[in-house]
C-alpha cells in the first residue's frame, strides 16, 4: 500500500523556521514528482511547492519564493520542507502529495495526512 507520512510540524514563532518530512512507502520515490501543499482552516487546499522526480528542478508558490525550500533524497524514500522567516499566514495543516503525471500536468495521486505548522506573532 501507499504511504506518505508527514512530520516536523509545530508551533514556532513568526520569523523561525521549521523542517518537515515526507516518508514515502509502497511507492519507488524515484518515479514520481513530489510537491507540498497547506490548508488553511477554512480555506482551499493551495499549492506551495514541488520538484521533480530527479531533484533538479523546483517550483514555488510566491508566497513562499525566497522562504521556503523543497528536497528530496531518493534513497531515503523522502522529501523535505524547509520553511525559512515564518509568517503567521504560513499557519496551516502541511500535506505531502506524489505525482503520476508530468511537470506542466501534474497528476496528485497519492496524499499524506497532514502535519500542523502553527506560527505565532
Known amino acids: 500500500q501507499v504511504q506518505l507520512v508527514e512530520s516536523g510540524g509545530g508551533l514556532v514563532q513568526a520569523g523561525g523556521s521549521l523542517r518537515l518530512s515526507c516518508a514515502a512507502s509502497?511507492?519507488?520515490?524515484?518515479?514520481?514528482?513530489m510537491a507540498w501543499f497547506r490548508q488553511a482552516p477554512g480555506k482551499e487546499r493551495e499549492f506551495v511547492a514541488k520538484?521533480?522526480?530527479?531533484?533538479?528542478?523546483?517550483y514555488y508558490a510566491d508566497s513562499v519564493k525566497g522562504r521556503f525550500t523543497i528536497s528530496r533524497d531518493n534513497a531515503k524514500n523522502t522529501v523535505y520542507l524547509l520553511m525559512n522567516s515564518l509568517k503567521p499566514e504560513d499557519t496551516a495543516v502541511y500535506y505531502c502529495?506524489?505525482?503520476?503525471?508530468?511537470?506542466?500536468?501534474?497528476?496528485?495521486?497519492?496524499w499524506g495526512q497532514g502535519t500542523q505548522v502553527t506560527v505565532s506573532s
Open positions: 509502497g511507492l519507488t520515490l524515484s518515479n514520481y514528482n
Open positions: 502529495t506524489a505525482s503520476s503525471g508530468s511537470w506542466w500536468n501534474e497528476k496528485y495521486d497519492y
Open positions: 520538484i521533480k522526480w530527479s531533484g533538479t528542478t523546483t
